[in-house]
């Protein structure tokens, strides 16, 4: 039981948000051609937000002729110093608003203010800055006998765990190199990259460098197929990702896929103990565990098992559930009904096969979709709870005896997009990690960024970089 109750500390900052949005293409708002418009929510209260455009074959085509253009009139011709300014307005626009985006980005997808205020606007700034600083260096992101051409059209699809971001993991190196885009951003998160759009026009973005066209799935796929453009920039599920990679083949279109993961989170028996249970709460609970290298897999060493699942136990009765906008919540409201009712399935599937399962016990807000962080202990590795991606606030626990089992455990899976190691022993830290099939490590921490560091992943985790000069060669001819 909580000592004390926190006063509520409601962000009171209110987004500008219209009551319709049309696409933007070309540098203007306009209307879909068929009229087709649907609702984004607030997951945490079920109201609608806003109608969105949405975008149809015709509008895709519309979308990519207006990048096809201004990459042929102005972008690619610029001089890469003045590419760069471009880059750095919007970085720097993107700090000034950072408030009234956090609270878009909160409203509309149900991530904890003090995520979105202090991780996911900050970094998309970060991004930004980053990549204008590149745009006039590129000769340098080069190997011998490389030459720093754009690719052209880029078409990037972005999912709604981290929506601004995402956005700006792809916008920031495709501007950089000389490229256009058209992006899509997921159907449940339009907000914030709609309000990227209103940014890049504030900041004289020559029309149709930048196109932000809404939709779902069949718009993702209009874009994927449409013949003019050069290079796809994907990050969402396996699923859609293998489509994608299927539907590409032998177009010539340059392909990035960033997807699921099911990540090993290694804690030793001579781990910094107090560390180690705030990473593993980090590792899975933050955005409410939709997170695509979530530390989702803990592996123990069984020594330590039961004084894990005591300090665990105790520790997520102190995470605070509710309001998202509210200051004070750790865990806010879960993206939409679709994903709530599949982690609902997949921990029904862990209690079916036999997983002990243990949830922090607060009341549940009457409206919105949420789910209270939780745990399986008595996992099996052959349970779906500890091979498929649950991407919500639901950690299985597994235990290992010795370092080889640990790395035999952590690599048994289809996915390698990250891994964690907690250990006293910096060689101990670093043999294991050179084991592991992840893309990223990390090492007694988890879930840090920087724009200078590459993530991406291997096998079903998908292929690319993004970030670091590793990002910014995706977005080179060369
Ligand atoms: P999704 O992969 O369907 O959606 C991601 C983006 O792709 C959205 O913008 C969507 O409109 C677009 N899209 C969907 N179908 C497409 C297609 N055929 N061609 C081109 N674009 C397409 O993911 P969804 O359905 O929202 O979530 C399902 C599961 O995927 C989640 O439960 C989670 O396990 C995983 N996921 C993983 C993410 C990651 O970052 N690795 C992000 C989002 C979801
Ligand atoms: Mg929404």
Redesign the pocket.
Known sequence: MAIFEYAPAPETVKAPIREQYGLFIDGKWIAPRDGRYFD????ATEET?ARVAYAGDEDVDRAVRAARKAYDKYWRRMRPADRAKYVYRIARAITERSRELAVLETI??GKPIKESRDFDIPLSAAHFFYYAGWADKLEWAMRAGEEPNPIGVAGQIVPWNFPLLMAAWKVAPALACGNTIVLKPAE??P?TALALAQIAAEADLPPGVLNVITGDGATGAALVGHPDVDKIAFTGSTEVGKAIQRSTAGSGKRLTLELGGKAAHIVFADAPMDQAIEGIVNGIYFNQGHVCCAGSRLLVEESVHEQIVVRLTDRIQTLRLGDPLDKNTDVGAINSKMQLDKIKELVGSGIDEGAILVQQSCALPERGYFFPASFFTNVQQSHRIAREEIFGPVLSILTFRTPEEAVEKANNTPYGLSAGIWTDKGSKNMYIAQYLRAGVVWCNTFNQFDPSSPFGGFRESGFGREGGVHGLREYLAH
């Open positions: 984004t929510v607030n997951p937000l509309d997808g449940t998160t907000l």
